[in-house]
């Protein structure tokens, strides 16, 4: 399963968070990079340490019950709203992932777009992989898309988003970056288009 950036950033808040009440200055420096990233997403420092603590308290109850959920499924977590993604090979693994994502904390809502599959291989896996890269790029690196609110899984060529948009047009965007990668079959979005300025500062940025 592909991890994005995003993801990446809110395990380092997490572990940051964990350590910068006693740790030296250089936690603390990190504390202050780290959170100062996380600022400039729409959900703020608070709510990007808030879902962190979600994202790990599901991979711990998935660690605690079947250790494959951890390989199989692809957690991504944006204001307590969890994104399941990944391939599974019985229903039953599927229920069960997303019967414990529902009992992690703080969490608003599950979207379970989780597959029960027998196919699948390392070609998939690698090319998924290729997809979610080369997307995070697009989006980076493009000055009318603020990247840093998306979050982004692939599986089995199907990319799905999760995040907050400044608007439609940012959003169309994104979506028009994706279908220009080759492979992609499909594009499942389950981004929040940010429906008002006051959104900004709800959130704890400014």
Request: proline share 2%; net charge negative.
């Amino acid at each position: 399963m592909i991890r994005s950036p995003l993801f990446a950033l809110m395990i380092a808040l997490l572990a940051v968070l964990s350590v910068q009440a006693c740790g030296p200055v250089g936690f603390v420096m990190g504390a202050g990079a780290t959170a100062g990233m996380a600022a400039y997403q729409e959900r703020g420092v608070e709510g990007a340490a808030r879902d962190v603590r979600t994202s790990s308290d599901i991979f711990e109850l998935y660690s605690r019950t079947d250790h494959t959920l951890i390989k199989d499924i692809g957690v991504e977590v944006y204001e307590g709203r969890v994104l399941l993604t990944g391939q599974v090979k019985t229903e039953t693994e599927r229920a069960e992932a997303v019967r414990l994502a529902w009992t992690a904390i703080d969490v608003k809502d599950v979207i379970n777009e989780i597959h029960v599959t027998q196919m699948g291989g390392l070609l998939d896996t690698a090319r998924d992989a290729w997809i979610t890269a080369q997307l995070e790029t697009k989006i980076t690196f493009d000055d009318r898309i603020f990247a840093i609110n998306y979050s982004i899984e692939t599986v089995g060529a199907t990319v799905y988003l999760i995040g907050i948009a400044q608007n439609q047009e940012e959003l169309d965007r994104v979506k028009n970056q994706a279908r220009a990668i080759p492979y992609v079959r499909h594009i499942i979005s389950h981004v929040r288009i940010k429906t008002h300025p006051s959104d900004h500062q709800a959130n704890g940025t400014k």
